[in-house]
């Protein structure tokens, strides 16, 4: 098992080297200079060529992505041009503000899409099943903006219980700090739903009828502990997989919901830094997403692993 | 204890309403074993799963009553019958490869039952579950407790599930096949367990089987189902030894009897009727050799004595037998060819799986991991000739198809030789193997999963044709039905799709898609174990037939001795991927020299052998 984890991990770093690499160079091909950026776009030529040399941005690429990654493994990560200030706690105060929502709409996703996958599958075929099924592919079928834009409606003009946008921080008191945090999540949540309801209740379904399952009745066990005990630690399996696909695709929707709803989080900072080029900063940014990213995978490995025995105990008894 | 009336049960399918049991009726007095007999889709199970009361939703009992210990178990709330189940009923499922949850620990799913019916804790349970497993046969049951099922062979795995089903102390024990999954020696060792509980417990038992010779070692009563109906009952021995309904004639008839000269064996022709419009008379009527005009009208099953059976014309048929039928081609003269070199000689063959790795470890100064290898083949030689069929039999894990598939080449070899043909195509590359592949084919145990479904019959049996060049494309058509009429598949069958055919006809597709070739050797890899004894019968004559026709050469892979000693001419026994003892049939038999071949034959069970049970 130490060695299991200890391959993944090492998969997880060579993933992160490989996207710093493609990120990095990418970048660097994009068609902005940062010494521009810094001096202004009328600023004259000699005095762009020298803070060039001086930002070493005339050596060879390989150069500069190692002077970047020795930097970034020191916790430097260096400043923004645009902002003209660090941008390690500007972007650590935008991913906690990020991971917040994302993780209260992964929590809830979890257990809402699981709920209801095993709710469909347990009245598989009748009216719950396809009312089910029907709202959540409408959830994944339209686009966030679109939901961002009707739970601005319902919740923040018709109904008036919660802020349209903006963000607050907890000093600003509990209630204030959460209200600003449901609108998004709800977003977030609808349209993540149907994956994790949908493979939970495929799989259901099929554990249910799984001759086990039969047998634990035959043992005369209660339904509550055939579904719970018996049927749903199976059923779970590949809904795990999904799950943390599904933590990867919360940090692409957070985009475009942080953008709709003004909340300043990764998914603005990065929408920010691309529209102003603000490469050291978009740099950073995009790294940390494929990070928690490949987190999120690891641990749906290791998750994955602990739940089945196969793979956690290998060889046979005596 | 139970006593099953006039049960009757339909099923819902999408194609419409099938009769699954058609008032079936029967007692089974306390501390006494009844054997439901049947084939597939005679409603065997059916009757198990309304007994326990856990019948799939698309199931309905049109009628009937099941009476446990005088209470009417269809009166009962859903409530009253779980708590009945698993407490006073157990049920021992057929596959124990799927009937254990592979993510809960053996001794939890054993001592489970107690936790919620007896009020154990959880503790008090595993405790009582390793007793459980100890008086079940278990070795070191404190370590199997801690297992997952995925770790525990087979028979380890049934031996559980009968613990598990004995926890609470049940007074009826209903037992769906328990063996059928599992090895001769590991079925045997099963057997005796439950004759041990038995006795021990004052057990009652309703024990459903196809294998006739299980039936006539456990039970006391036998009743034969087909089609949903008891056609007949009786004491074991008595109707195993003289069964007057035709159909438990035909079955009778249809098995392979070892130390039995080999003749073709009897087969029963024509399928179950379709049971959504059951026949209005007799069942049987459509594939009975004895039928007469007054068999169309509806059948009553007749008492007499300790003995019932459902057929008009029983008194007529007293001791008469189940006549040969003539399937379809006569018993030609054999064209074996003796003085040629054998088709097929393996010399020292060997083939390793490295299955894991030790950990790391210095060897010197370096690091280096030893792999764990298995040999599931491991030094075998082997010679077959024309028109000979060699038997490979052994237990599960010993390699008999591994080795099979090692000289076909479709598993590469470790090292040895093997001629087919004359040719030594042992370390041809894959490319140069067009005529081996020619001369050797393969007729594989699943034809559910050998043959595409999305491909007629026809195109599945042009494909080779063409592949090899072996005919022009004019010809393919009748060089189709040809293969077909090789079989005895009518003509329109190429027309057909896999699930369209019933497993029987599906195998002979396979044998002929194996034929098309022309081929001097076939592996058979367990080609009849997927089928039920009726249709089996047909299928060796077949293989039989073709064998003395074609002069081909078989590697006829089984677990079924029975079958391989009515085939073959010799017999080969694995062990742990080694050849322990190879000869003729006779003398395999009769004298086995190595200890674990005499134990092999002697956990045979035989229809016409000892009877464990209580003399009726």
């Known amino acids: 098992m130490?060695?299991?984890?200890?391959?993944?991990?090492?998969?997880?770093?060579?993933?992160?080297?490989?996207?710093?690499?493609?990120?990095?160079?990418?970048?660097?091909?994009?068609?902005?200079?940062?010494?521009?950026?810094?001096?202004?776009?009328?600023?004259?030529?000699?005095?762009v060529k020298a803070l060039e040399l001086k930002l070493g941005l005339t050596d060879p690429i390989w150069q500069q992505y190692a002077r970047w990654a020795a930097g970034f493994l020191s916790g430097d990560l260096g400043e923004s041009p645009l902002?003209?200030?660090?941008?390690?706690?500007?972007?650590?105060?935008?991913?906690?503000?990020?991971?917040?929502?994302?993780?209260?709409?992964?929590?809830?996703?979890?257990?809402?899409?699981?709920?209801?996958?095993?709710?469909?599958?347990?009245?598989?075929?009748?009216?719950?099943?396809?009312?089910?099924?029907?709202?959540?592919?409408?959830?994944?079928?339209?686009?966030?903006?679109?939901?961002?834009?009707?739970?601005?409606?319902v919740f923040a003009s018709w109904l008036g219980w919660l802020p349209a946008s903006g963000y607050e921080p907890m000093s600003a008191g509990f209630w204030v700090w959460l209200t600003h945090l449901i609108a998004p999540t709800i977003t977030l949540v609808f349209g993540h739903l149907a994956h994790v309801s949908r493979l939970t209740r495929s799989s259901m379904i099929e554990v249910m009828q799984s001759p086990y399952v039969n047998a634990a009745r035959a043992k005369g066990l209660p339904e509550?502990?055939?579904?719970?005990?018996?049927?749903?630690?199976?059923?779970?399996?590949?809904?795990?997989?999904?799950?943390?696909?599904?933590?990867?695709?919360?940090?692409?929707?957070?985009?475009?919901?942080?953008t709709v709803f003004a909340y300043p989080g990764?998914?603005?900072?990065?929408?920010?830094?691309?529209?102003?080029?603000?490469?050291?900063?978009?740099?950073?940014?995009?790294?940390?997403?494929?990070?928690?990213?490949?987190?999120?995978?690891?641990?749906?490995?290791?998750?994955?692993?602990w739940l089945n025995p196969k793979i956690r105990f290998g060889g046979h008894v005596s | 204890m139970i006593r099953v009336e006039d049960l009757t049960i339909r099923y819902r399918t999408p194609g419409g309403e099938i009769e699954a049991l058609t008032s079936v009726s029967f007692s089974i007095a306390r501390g006494s074993t009844l054997a439901l007999v049947g084939e597939s889709g005679s409603g065997k199970s059916t009757v198990a799963l309304a007994a326990m009361g856990i019948l799939p939703g698309e199931a309905r009992i049109a009628s009937g009553k099941i009476l446990f210990d005088g209470e009417d178990l269809m009166a009962l709330s859903a409530e009253a019958r779980r708590e009945i189940r698993g407490s006073r009923m157990g049920l021992v499922f057929q596959d124990p490869f799927s009937v254990l949850n592979p993510s809960l620990k053996i001794g939890e799913q054993v001592g489970e039952g107690l936790v919620h019916k007896r009020g154990y804790t959880p503790k008090q349970a595993l405790v009582r579950a390793i007793?459980?497993?100890?008086?079940?046969?278990?070795?070191?049951?404190?370590?199997?407790?801690?297992?997952?099922?995925h770790q525990l062979s087979g028979g380890m795995r049934q031996r559980a599930l009968i613990a598990g089903a004995l926890a609470s102390e049940p007074e009826l024990l209903i037992l769906d096949e328990p063996t059928t999954a599992l090895d001769v020696t590991i079925e045997a060792q099963i057997l005796e367990l439950l004759e041990t509980l038995r006795a021990r417990r004052n057990l009652t038992m309703l024990f459903i089987s196809h294998n006739l010779g299980v039936v006539r070692r456990i039970a006391d009563e036998a009743a034969v189902l087909y089609a949903g109906e008891i056609v007949e009952r009786g004491p074991t021995v008595a109707l195993l030894s003289n069964p007057t309904h035709p159909y438990s004639k035909g079955l009778l008839a249809a098995i392979p009897r070892i130390g039995e000269r080999k003749t073709r064996l009897a087969s029963i022709p024509g399928r179950l009727p379709d049971l959504r419009t059951p026949p209005q008379g007799c069942r049987f009527a459509s594939r009975c050799p004895f039928a007469q005009p007054q068999c169309a009208a509806s059948q009553t099953l007749m008492e007499s004595g300790a003995r019932a059976v459902r057929c008009g014309?029983?008194?007529?048929?007293?001791?008469?037998?189940?006549?040969?039928l003539d399937d379809g081609a006569g018993v030609s003269e054999p064209v074996r060819?003796?003085?040629?070199?054998?088709?097929?000689?393996?010399?020292?063959?060997?083939?390793?799986?490295?299955?894991?790795?030790?950990?790391?470890?210095?060897?010197?100064?370096?690091?280096?991991?030893?792999?764990?290898?298995?040999?599931?083949?491991?030094?075998?030689?082997?010679?077959?000739?024309a028109g000979e069929a060699l038997g490979l039999v052994g237990e599960s894990g010993s390699g008999k198809t591994t080795l099979g598939r090692t000289i076909l080449r479709l598993i590469e070899l470790e090292s040895g030789t093997i001629r087919i043909a004359g040719e030594d195509v042992s370390h041809l590359p894959q490319s140069a193997l067009e005529p081996m592949r020619r001369a050797a084919q393969i007729v594989f145990q699943n034809p559910d999963?050998?043959?595409?479904?999305?491909?007629?019959?026809?195109?599945?049996?042009?494909?080779?044709?063409?592949?090899?060049?072996?005919?022009?494309?004019?010809?393919?058509?009748?060089?189709?039905?040809?293969?077909?009429?090789?079989?005895?598949?009518?003509a329109h069958y190429q027309d057909r799709y896999a699930h369209q055919m019933s497993g029987g006809e599906k195998q002979r597709v396979g044998i002929a898609l194996a034929l098309a070739t022309e081929p001097r050797f076939i592996v058979c890899d367990e080609p009849v174990s997927a089928l039920d004894v009726s249709v089996q019968a047909a299928i060796i004559n077949l293989l039989a037939d073709l064998k003395d026709r074609l002069g081909v050469a078989y590697l006829f892979i089984s677990h079924d001795i029975s079958v391989v000693a009515h085939l073959c001419d010799r017999i080969a026994v694995m062990r742990h991927g080694e050849m322990v003892e190879i000869g003729p049939v006779d003398e395999i038999i009769e004298r086995p020299k190595h200890a674990y071949t005499r134990k092999l034959v002697a956990a045979v069970p035989r229809v016409d052998g000892v009877s464990g049970g209580h003399p009726a």
Request: aromatic residues 8%; charged residues 15%.
């Open chain 1, 2 to 47: 130490t060695a299991f984890i200890l391959r993944r991990l090492g998969f997880v770093v060579l993933v992160l080297v490989a996207v710093s690499m493609l990120v990095f160079t990418i970048t660097a091909l994009l068609p902005a200079n940062v010494a521009y950026l810094i001096l202004g776009s009328f600023a004259p030529p000699d005095q």
């Open chain 1, 83 to 153: 902002m003209k200030r660090p941008i390690a706690p500007m972007l650590w105060e935008a991913v906690s503000r990020s991971l917040m929502l994302t993780g209260f709409s992964f929590v809830l996703i979890a257990l809402i899409g699981v709920g209801l996958g095993m709710l469909a599958a347990l009245r598989h075929g009748r009216a719950l099943d396809h009312g089910i099924s029907i709202a959540t592919y409408i959830g994944i079928a339209v686009p966030e903006f679109f939901w961002s834009i009707v739970v601005i409606i």
């Open chain 1, 224 to 258: 509550r502990v055939v579904v719970f005990h018996h049927a749903l630690r199976n059923a779970l399996l590949p809904t795990i997989t999904v799950l943390a696909l599904d933590f990867g695709r919360l940090m692409g929707g957070i985009v475009v919901v942080e």
């Open chain 1, 266 to 305: 990764l998914g603005r900072l990065v929408v920010f830094s691309i529209q102003n080029r603000d490469l050291p900063t978009l740099q950073a940014a995009i790294l940390v997403v494929a990070a928690m990213y490949a987190l999120a995978n690891l641990v749906a490995d290791l998750l994955y692993a």
């Open chain 2, 131 to 149: 007793e459980l497993l100890d008086e079940v046969g278990i070795r070191q049951p404190e370590v199997v407790a801690e297992a997952y099922p």
């Open chain 2, 313 to 324: 014309r029983a008194d007529a048929l007293v001791g008469v037998p189940w006549p040969h």
């Open chain 2, 337 to 385: 060819r003796t003085t040629a070199e054998p088709v097929v000689m393996v010399e020292n063959l060997t083939k390793t799986f490295t299955i894991g790795h030790a950990p790391w470890a210095f060897e010197g100064w370096r690091p280096t991991r030893k792999p764990i290898c298995i040999s599931p083949v491991n030094g075998i030689s082997l010679e077959i000739a």
């Open chain 2, 449 to 490: 999963s050998s043959l595409n479904p999305r491909k007629t019959i026809g195109d599945l049996l042009a494909r080779p044709l063409v592949r090899f060049g072996l005919a022009p494309a004019a010809e393919v058509p009748a060089r189709v039905k040809a293969l077909l009429d090789l079989v005895r598949l009518p």
